[in-house]
């Protein structure tokens, strides 16, 4: 089979170079004018069109692009529309009407709750999560992807539209009342799948040659049941003749027991990644004995990460490919919305190291170079070959990114290194000596409110017009007034409100070597939300204390314990794009030890109480259950590196948020963290019947309020939480805090929810 290799990728950023998207939305939210924001986004869509047609691509998506979120989309085309945002916006007669009920499920309105957000698979991408109910009775409104496939057609361009499958659509949404009587959205399967039918057939209709239909979540651990619910799925799906092709895209891991299922059926293309963990698709691929008669997409790629890629590698995987399909065709692992759009962009970064990095639209280029090294032979791209290998070579053997002295440190890393040097009950009774804490202490977990006045002058430092003593003056007055505000209230131990940190990860990235800043490298995180996430460039250390002059600041403001903050190495590699060219843990055992420094000159700066937070820990765990102990083994590892080089009289606080911990309560265990907070609100204080379950040794504040809202929690409504965490877990071991950071509040809710926290923690205190 001869067939030409097309160059195609799955989906693009939405936002434009200059964040036009964000803009155009936002503006939308402030005066409510239709005709804009509809513009803005169309022209944004021919924008990507011609740039992706332009790029070379044979194959280009439509319908990837969305006002906030693809999931929402998913969930509004058909239907799954929760009552209360139908009240909420009751007209939907009009576009404004229209537009109004959909950004009410994204963002709510002052009556009712938005639909609940949650991360996409392992990305830093998050997804509005479609509420069903047993009754939900499925509608179709294919405007969207059939507007935008008529528009690029008219453009010249035939496109692929792009649809969230009906399995991972129904196993991403959430029972409406949930836990009520047990019912999950996937036994909706078969009232949904002839809305899926008629949308394929209106997409032929308007001239859709290809349909990618997305399944991610079939590279997660799924039961038999969940296969044989794919299986008849797309038994249904292919059934008709009045559709187009489908081809349906699996990215983010390997399919495993999901890919025979996939190759047995009617299905004419199957897209699955080969980069990282995914890469075991290739022998899982011949063990079946390929696709015959089928395309196949090979994401070779990396649509997640920012490094040049491996051009002969990925040469040689499509080598191996080509006997295994009728067709193959060449794409990034998955969507480029996980990535930045374009490294050119950045002005200001070394030509060198510029060249070692591959953002969104340079992976088109590397997309087409490969389909054309594939049709055309290796000579075809013998120029495009000798520069990546250039690139390449100059990468690996660049100071910036060896450094001696960082690798011999951490090769001598030994045992005694990850352990504190008396067990827990021997620390408590020291911390116990030199803190004299009440039983249930009161804390927070780091952060105050972040002001306009904090990030003026952020601002003003940046442009020059304060000077660095000016803008650590401003500082200093805010932590003067957060640690004053926290003694009023009554709190236990104290924070410095981290008023100097524009981002928890960004803010140490900054000050370690081995890290590097962009200027436009904005990436999705939900809907008009973006990040610059720093780059792990090379190996890190830490050329000077970070963070101990403001900890001693806040410090010598009271007598009362004040809490060292830090972010920690498995947190700091999550929320970074990361090092390719070797493992993981290997980083983050760079990282832990450059942290590992900060805490031990935090505790020589007198500092008894040093939290080191990991809240990506749990969101982080690989997608595979076959993968989690190997990960769970170096992030544990790194976090006590990081926190075994005091002496017992210090107290190593965690945290951890945004998750279910259930499945991580052993590493929770191992870190051996003297106290650890997590977010519990929200789920009752569930977690502390998992850690009493587990026995879990150590202290732990399990959240009492939801800082998520800007709602004041009761009294009342804490005491009952507190008294919950009681009954289920020894007083002795418990601390009283909020859910997580309060820096997105304002200081009037803040206020009085502290002044609440302390009165629900002295009223069971009293009954104890
Ligand atoms: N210490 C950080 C803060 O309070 C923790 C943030 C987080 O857990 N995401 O903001
Ligand atoms: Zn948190």
């Known amino acids: 089979m001869t067939s030409t290799t097309c160059a195609t990728v799955y989906g693009y950023p939405r936002q434009g170079n200059k964040r036009e998207l964000k803009k155009a939305v936002e503006g939308y939210w402030g005066d409510g004018n239709v005709d804009i924001l509809l513009q803005t986004a169309q022209d944004l869509r021919a924008e990507r069109l011609h740039l992706l047609r332009d790029a070379g691509l044979d194959e280009i998506p439509s319908n990837d692009f969305s006002l906030y979120d693809h999931v929402l989309d998913t969930a509004w085309m058909f239907g799954a529309i929760p009552d209360r945002h139908q009240q909420a916006v009751p007209d939907i007669s009009t576009p404004g009407g229209r537009l109004d009920r959909y950004f009410a499920m994204a963002r709510g309105t002052a009556e009712v709750a938005p639909l609940e957000m949650t991360k996409w698979f392992d990305t830093n991408y998050h997804y509005l999560v479609p509420e069903l109910g047993s009754d939900a009775q499925f509608t179709l409104d294919a405007s969207k ?71 991610p979540a079939l590279v997660t651990d799924q039961p038999p049941a969940v296969l044989a619910h794919a299986a008849r799925a797309y038994a249904a799906l292919t059934s008709g003749s009045d559709r187009p092709k489908i081809l349906v895209a699996s990215y983010f891991d390997r399919l495993g027991e999901a890919l025979p299922v996939l190759a047995a059926s009617a299905v004419e293309g199957l897209a699955l990644d080969f980069t990282g963990p995914a890469a075991a698709n290739l022998d899982a691929l011949a063990a079946i004995g390929g696709l015959p008669g089928k395309r196949l997409v090979a994401g070779v790629v990396d649509g997640r990460n920012i490094w040049l890629a491996d051009l002969p590698r990925a040469l040689s995987i499509l080598d191996t490919l080509a006997g295994l399909a009728d067709r193959v065709d060449v794409a990034a692992s998955c969507s480029l919305l996980h990535v930045p759009l374009d490294v050119t962009l950045e002005r200001e970064l070394d030509r060198q190291v510029k060249g070692w990095f591959s953002f969104a639209r340079q992976k088109l280029d590397e997309i087409v170079m490969l389909a054309r090294g594939i049709s055309g032979g290796r000579d075809a791209i013998a120029g495009d070959l000798r520069v990546n290998a250039a690139r390449r070579g100059a990468r690996q053997s660049s100071p910036i990114v060896h450094v001696d002295a960082v690798r011999e440190r951490a090769a001598a890393v030994g045992d005694a290194e990850l352990h504190r040097t008396s067990p827990y009950t021997k620390r408590r009774e020291a911390q116990q000596d030199r803190l004299h804490l009440p039983v249930l202490p009161t804390t927070t977990i780091g952060s105050f409110p972040q002001t306009a006045e904090l990030r003026n002058a952020r601002a003003a430092l940046r442009s020059g017009a304060l000077d660095r003593d000016g803008y650590n003056a401003a500082m200093e007055t805010e932590i003067r007034s957060v640690v004053e505000a926290q003694e009023e209230i009554g709190l236990d131990v104290l924070v410095h409100g981290e008023p100097e940190r524009n981002d928890m990860v960004q803010y ?66 999550a929320w970074s794009f990361v090092r390719d060219d070797q493992p993981l843990g290997d980083t983050a055992l760079q990282v832990a030890l450059a942290l590992r420094d900060e805490v031990r000159d935090l505790e020589a700066a007198g500092i008894a109480v040093i939290q080191v937070d990991e809240p990506a820990l749990r969101e982080t765990l690989p997608l595979r259950q076959a993968d989690r102990g190997e990960y769970l083994t170096w992030a544990v590892e790194a976090f006590r590196l990081t926190t075994s080089g005091v002496s017992d009289g210090t107290q190593i606080h965690t945290h951890m948020c945004y998750a279910e911990f259930g499945d991580v309560v052993q590493a929770i265990i191992d870190l051996d963290a003297d106290v650890i907070s997590l977010e519990a609100a929200r789920s009752e204080m569930a977690v502390v019947d ?79």
């Not at 453009?155 to 539209?161: D, I, L, Q, S």
């Not at 939900?526 to 792990?536: D, L």
């Not at 004041?712 to 409504?717: I, K, L």
């Not at 950071?741 to 009037?748: A, Q, S, V």
């Open 145 to 215: 992807p059939i507007a935008e496939f008529n528009e690029a057609k008219e453009a010249g361009v035939v496109t692929r539209p792009v649809i969230l499958g009906p399995i991972s659509f129904l196993l991403l949404a959430k029972a409406e009342q949930e836990g009520i009587d047990g019912f999950e959205p996937l036994t909706l399967l078969d009232r949904l799948l002839p809305r899926y039918a008629e949308l394929l057939q209106r997409l032929h209709g308007a001239g859709a040659e290809w349909v990618q239909l997305d399944e």
């Open 508 to 573: 140490f990235a900054e000050q370690l070597d081995g890290f590097l800043a962009t200027a436009h490298g904005w990436v999705q995180s939900y809907g008009t939300r973006y990040v610059r996430p720093p780059i792990i460039l090379g190996d890190v250390s830490r050329p000077e204390p970070m963070t101990v002059r403001w900890a001693s600041y806040a410090q010598s403001l009271t007598e009362r314990p004040m809490k060292g903050m830090l972010t920690g190495p498995v947190t700091m590699l």
């Open 690 to 768: 998992d850690l009493a379950e587990a026995s879990y040794p150590n202290e732990v504040g399990p959240g009492v309020w939801d800082i998520h809202s800007p709602r004041v929690p009761s009294v009342n409504e804490m005491t009952m939480r507190l008294r919950a965490a009681v009954a289920a877990f020894p007083a002795a071991r418990l601390w009283v805090n909020p859910d997580c950071g309060l820096k997105t509040r304002g200081y009037t809710e803040v206020r009085a929810s502290l002044r609440n926290t302390v009165a629900a923690a002295r009223s069971v205190r009293a009954g104890l």
